[in-house]
């Protein structure tokens, strides 16, 4: 998409009820925006995170749906606390404007109906997965160690930069985040047919572009003015995308574990 505006589809955000953040200037087809959401999604894919988990564990089944259905539901149910302890954290209120402007989406806008990590989880029970398997991988330790990694980063960060850049690390491979949950949850043609006509995956596959489009306007519009901001912005944008490699490699150790536990069950 060099050189082209991101995909993001507009009217059918707006079809499906949700609103986006106003933009006057870093639209989807800025050329400065494609410039920067092009390097840094190139930077995010040298590191071949979907290519490794996939080449492992390509097989779609049951147990697969539980084990990415349980944790992708535990990283959502964190997502709105980071989004919100980030907002808070950051030193003035035009970046809190930015950054809560997705924290307000995760948790649902204004109809506690769309939680999102809510709706998720009916969307994985619908694949499959139980609520016993909640408490049963709890606490899978990779998982735990990743997920408290992106906690401890935003806590103990001292700038902005690095907050705002962790945020788009986080961000940054959601289509392929969004894919893949769906490929792993999706494990008959059935399933296929049906998750996608879910409000979850609907929405998800056409708001994500959107989230990068948003945390690259606050790099543009904050952070480039300096090298010393940009390298603390590109320092938060590798520990996000170290959290990706950590939380997928760990879910593939997850899938191999249970594959004993769950089939036996
Ligand atoms: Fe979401
Ligand atoms: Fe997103």
Redesign the pocket.
């Known amino acids: 998409m060099q050189g082209e505006s991101l995909s993001i589809n507009y009217r059918d955000i707006a079809a499906l009820g949700y609103d986006y953040v106003q933009e006057k200037t870093y639209t989807a087809d800025h050329p400065e925006v494609v410039a920067s959401a092009n390097s840094f999604l190139k930077r995010f894919r040298e590191k071949q995170i979907f290519e490794t988990f996939n080449a492992s564990h390509s097989t779609p089944s049951l147990v697969k749906t539980r084990v990415v259905g349980t944790q992708w539901h535990r990283f959502?149910d964190l997502m709105p606390y980071i989004l919100c302890a980030a907002s808070a954290k950051v030193s003035n209120n035009r970046l809190r404007h930015y950054t809560i402007q997705t924290a307000y989406e995760?948790l649902g806008a204004r109809n506690a109906d769309e939680i999102?990590h809510e709706m998720f989880w009916e969307t994985a029970v619908m694949a499959g997965a139980k609520n016993t398997d909640r408490d049963a991988m709890s606490d899978e330790p990779e998982i735990s160690r990743a997920l408290n990694f992106i906690e401890n980063f935003m806590m103990d960060s001292k700038s902005d930069e690095e907050i705002l850049g962790l945020l788009l690390g986080l961000e940054i491979c959601a289509q392929e985040n969004i894919e893949t949950v769906f490929s792993s949850l999706a494990h008959t043609k059935e399933l296929e047919a049906k998750l996608a006509e879910t409000k979850f995956f609907k929405l998800?596959r056409q708001l994500e572009m959107e989230h990068i489009r948003l945390d690259v306007s606050i790099f543009l519009r904050f952070c480039q003015n300096s090298q010393e901001k940009i390298q603390l912005f590109t320092k938060g944008f590798d520990a996000g995308v170290e959290f990706w490699k950590q939380f997928w490699s760990g879910i593939g150790n997850v899938i191999v574990r249970q594959r004993e536990v769950l089939t036996c069950a």
């Open positions: 959502s995760e999102h998800h």
